[in-house]
T-cell receptor
Framework: TQLLEQSPQFLSIQEGENLTVYCNSSSVFSSLQWYRQEPGEGPVLLVT?????EVKKLKRLTFQFGDARKDSSLHITAAQPGDTGLYLC????????????FGQGTELSVKP | DSGVTQTPKHLITATGQRVTLRCSPRSGDLSVYWYQQSLDQGLQFLIQ???????AKGNILERFSAQQFPDLHSELNLSSLELGDSALYFC??????????????FGPGTRLLVL
């Protein structure tokens, strides 16, 4: 069974601090995605990384896919209260159609 | 608004009952995915349909079934409901069939409470 372990589960920080969320697995994924979910809503895709070692930036968010395509990280610089939410990583196993395996999520709270 | 609609928004029922959740994908999307989200299990992939055919299967219980109709809307049927089936059920859609390579748009979810 392929699993994605996400850490930390909870993170409470002050506005302006930096943070990193990790997503690890013993399995290789053909791609990895990061989502953000707000209460009462469905997850919204932030980014997709496909190539091992790939780094993508989205304003203050930096996403990295591990060289072996087994892990990923999300780094937020100078966090703002608007970044508060549940962050989920999701991996696509090879040759399994549209199946996505989600991590447990990181609940981020950024206090002003 | 993702363009994916789900009905009903809330559902309260009793153990042993059967319910049907409905999903309409975004216009032009051929794939529909169903997910279950609970506090202890997180977001779990249940099943995917692509243009009416089952494409991928996750940890979907035998008591659960789904289908995608010719107009591409989908229904998730949950039967012999148990307390542990209480969860948020999300539907998502995408243009093609490779969720990990393209954008998947999630609906607002159906909150199911089994009493």
């Amino acid at each position: 069974t392929q699993l994605l372990e996400q850490s930390p589960q909870f993170l409470s920080i002050q506005e302006g601090e930096n943070l990193t969320v990790y997503c690890n697995s013993s399995s290789v994924f053909s791609s990895l995605q990061w989502y953000r979910q707000e209460p009462g809503e469905g997850p919204v895709l932030l980014v997709t990384v496909v190539t091992g070692g790939e780094v993508k930036k989205l304003k203050r968010l930096t996403f990295q896919f591990g060289d072996a395509r087994k892990d990923s990280s999300l780094h937020i610089t100078a966090a703002q209260p608007g970044d508060t939410g549940l962050y989920l990583c999701a991996g696509a196993p090879s040759n399994q159609g549209g199946k996505l395996i989600f991590g447990q999520g990181t609940e981020l709270s950024v206090k002003p | 608004d993702s363009g994916v609609t789900q009905t009903p928004k809330h559902l309260i029922t009793a153990t042993g009952q059967r319910v049907t959740l409905r999903c309409s994908p975004r216009s032009g999307d051929l794939s529909v995915y169903w997910y279950q989200q609970s506090l202890d299990q997180g977001l779990q992939f249940l099943i995917q349909y692509y243009n009416g055919e089952e494409r991928a299967k996750g940890n979907i219980l035998e008591r659960f079934s789904a289908q995608q109709f010719p107009d591409l809307h989908s229904e998730l049927n949950l039967s012999s409901l148990e307390l542990g089936d209480s969860a948020l059920y999300f539907c998502a859609s995408s243009v093609g069939g490779l969720a990990g390579q393209e954008t998947q748009y999630f609906g607002p979810g159906t909150r199911l409470l089994v009493l």
